[in-house]
């Protein structure tokens, strides 16, 4: 059988950039093997950047602007999936996870959902992805499945998240229980079972909490505006954690809500980081000791939440995500999981850098092939479902 080339294009909630793979890909599940051919982070133009976090902190914009930014965002995808295949043969399909600027996760009682669901009715769940494939495909000449989420979501998923039964058959271990704990500005988690029978019904997922959300935003407030994150964990290695605030913070509602669950920059964003500065006036602590405290919940968080809602331990955890860089993080991960062993995917042979991009073109593949993306003890959603929009290259540009 010969390989699809794909690329997969995603930009995540640390709003760095546009991380973009370039894989062949061959068989659909067990069989599945990806090779990464090119992976490379693209920038977002610093002005296109600073907008798109203006409106994941909910800044006020018409729908003009709106219009405007969701092609401004199609447009560098387009750059991207282009700029990643000069020095190869060229793909035929790409896979755009787009830009999250807004999710929020169904409700499912007692609360208010305006359309389609009243009190203690439960109402779906709402993600938008801003840079719209069918720019992406009319720009490149390449058919572009994009908009991956909003299938999960109409049969009352979360939407996210949508990586592990991507990871299920690229990382998943005979004999091995394995975390893959991606740590961007969100951190998600998803649970593999040793390989055996109704393994893949075992696999678990959710969103864990801030990965480097808090701690990106609180160096550039301690570094005004010079650095935009604590490179290796070493600002916060030189700090000491304020442990009662890590438990003050840690009661909050979200790191007790039982899995399936998501989240975004809508909690773990520059309102949360606030109220965090402001707990850490009683303590007066430094800004080195904030950092500390901030990467300790991090940890805690995600430790936490394999303590409460996994089925048992996994033996190994894989980091992934920009955070699997942070050697202090990793050093606390390591120190409050004990006995488990701490690694990348990369000491597996899968990018850390660039699996969530990958993971985006396996989806392509996937709904090309109809084949189901999503896995319904991760997402909360009522079955699998073929997830993804297609849109096809008709006539010239
Ligand atoms: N060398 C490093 N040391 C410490 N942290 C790092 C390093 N490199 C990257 N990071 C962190 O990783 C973040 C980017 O991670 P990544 O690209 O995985 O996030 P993302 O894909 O935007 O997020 P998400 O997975 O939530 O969608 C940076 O904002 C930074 O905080
Ligand atoms: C709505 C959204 O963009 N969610 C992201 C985010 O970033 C990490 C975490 O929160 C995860 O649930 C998800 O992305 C990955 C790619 C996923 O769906 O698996």
Not at 11 to 38: M, R, Y
Not at 140 to 152: E, K, L, M, P, Q
Not at 309 to 326: A, K, W
């Amino acid at each position: 059988m010969h390989p699809t080339r794909v690329i997969g294009l995603m930009s995540g909630t640390s709003v760095d950039g546009i991380d973009a793979a370039l894989v062949e890909i061959v068989g659909t599940d067990l069989d599945l093997k990806v090779e990464l051919l090119a992976g490379e982070t693209y920038p977002y133009p610093a002005e296109l950047r600073e907008r798109i976090l203006a409106i994941c902190a909910d800044a006020a914009i018409s729908m003009a602007e709106l219009a405007e930014i969701d092609d401004a965002i199609a447009l560098v995808f387009a750059q991207a999936a282009q700029n990643i295949q000069v020095g190869h043969p060229p793909a035929t399909l790409i896979g755009s996870h787009g830009q999250t600027v807004y999710h929020r996760p169904p409700h499912f009682s007692g609360q208010v959902g305006r359309w389609g669901g009243g009190e203690n009715q439960p109402s779906l769940g709402y993600s938008l992805q801003l840079g719209r494939g069918a720019v992406i495909a009319r720009l490149t000449g390449i058919t572009t499945i994009s908009n991956f989420r909003v299938a999960d979501i109409a049969i009352g998923g979360h939407g996210a998240p949508l990586v592990p039964r991507v990871d299920a058959y690229l990382l998943s271990h005979p004999q091995e229980g394995r975390c893959i704990q991606n740590i961007g500005g969100i951190s998600n988690v998803a649970y593999l079972p040793p390989r055996r029978d109704h393994w893949l019904a075992q696999i678990r997922g959710w969103d864990t909490g801030p990965g480097n959300s808090l701690l990106d935003l609180a160096v550039q407030h301690f570094s005004n505006g010079a650095k935009s994150y604590d490179e290796n964990g070493s600002w916060a290695a030189s700090g000491t954690p304020c442990y009662p605030l890590v438990e003050q913070w840690l009661s909050q509602d979200y790191f007790h809500l039982p899995p399936p669950k998501s989240t975004g920059r809508e909690l773990f964003g520059v309102t949360y980081l606030h109220q965090c500065l402001q707990d850490s006036q009683a303590y007066q602590l430094s800004p080195a000791d904030v950092l500390a405290t901030l990467t300790e919940l991090t940890a805690a968080s995600i430790v936490y939440s394999y303590r409460n809602f996994l089925p048992r331990m996994p033996e190994r955890v894989l980091l992934c995500g920009g955070g699997s860089q942070n050697l202090y993080l990793k050093h606390r991960l390591e120190l409050l999981l004990g006995k488990v062993a701490v690694l990348t995917t990369d000491e597996v042979g899968l990018s850390a850098a660039f699996k969530e991009a990958i993971a985006f073109a396996v989806l392509a593949y996937w709904k090309q092939l109809g084949i189901p993306g999503n896995l319904p003890a991760a997402t909360g959603a009522d079955q699998e479902v073929v997830l993804g929009e297609v849109h096809q290259v008709t006539g010239d540009w």
